[in-house]
């Protein structure tokens, strides 16, 4: 069974990543999302139960897609699933810059695992995370960036962060 692993932080999920788990979901058997649980991105807006929360929300309709939080070494995390394929998606050249690096270092660690690259789709290449977590921290409109069915969780969020 080939595995595919979507890697993130998912600080909260958006219809970005949400495109790259669906597209990988169509490539291969299984698709593993794997939360980063000790994300050395500073403050978080959400727990790692709200963020798998949401991701779970997100791809309740892909059937060969499940959630799992990774509290070490994502190298180190693949090996559970023989053969796996890290699936990293590349919005700009930065991103590219970025995982070419990762690869490298992953690579030291687990030789064996190889990254693939999905390119962004049009729609969302300015799309990320830290823009949702802006936009909902002054009560704009999220619609048309993340899952309709989150953007009650992430307005109450920012609400209780805003007082
Ligand atoms: P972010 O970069 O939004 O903080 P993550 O660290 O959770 O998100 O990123 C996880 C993966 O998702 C990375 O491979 C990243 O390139 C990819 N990704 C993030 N946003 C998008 C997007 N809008 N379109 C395609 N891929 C994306």
């Known amino acids: 069974m080939k595995t595919a692993i979507c890697p993130g932080s998912f600080d909260p999920i958006t219809l970005g990543h949400l495109n790259i788990i669906e597209r990988a979901s169509h490539i291969f058997d299984r698709v593993v999302v794997c939360v980063a649980a000790n994300a050395s991105k500073t403050s978080p807006m959400f727990t790692v139960e709200e963020k798998v929360e949401m991701v779970r929300i997100a791809v309740k309709d892909l059937p060969n897609v499940s959630v799992e939080v990774n509290t070490g070494l994502l190298a180190e995390f ?65 619609s048309g960036l993340v899952p309709e069915e989150i953007i009650g969780l992430i307005e109450g969020k920012a609400n209780i962060k805003r007082r």
């Open 78 to 142: 693949a090996r559970r699933y023989e053969g796996s394929v890290l699936i990293k998606g590349l919005r700009a050249a930065s991103d590219f810059d970025y995982e070419f690096q990762m690869d490298l270092i992953n690579k030291r660690i687990n030789p064996a695992l190889e990254t693939m690259f999905l390119t962004a789709d049009q729609r969302y290449t300015f799309l990320s995370s830290s823009i949702v977590r802006e936009m909902a921290h002054y009560g704009a409109e999220l």
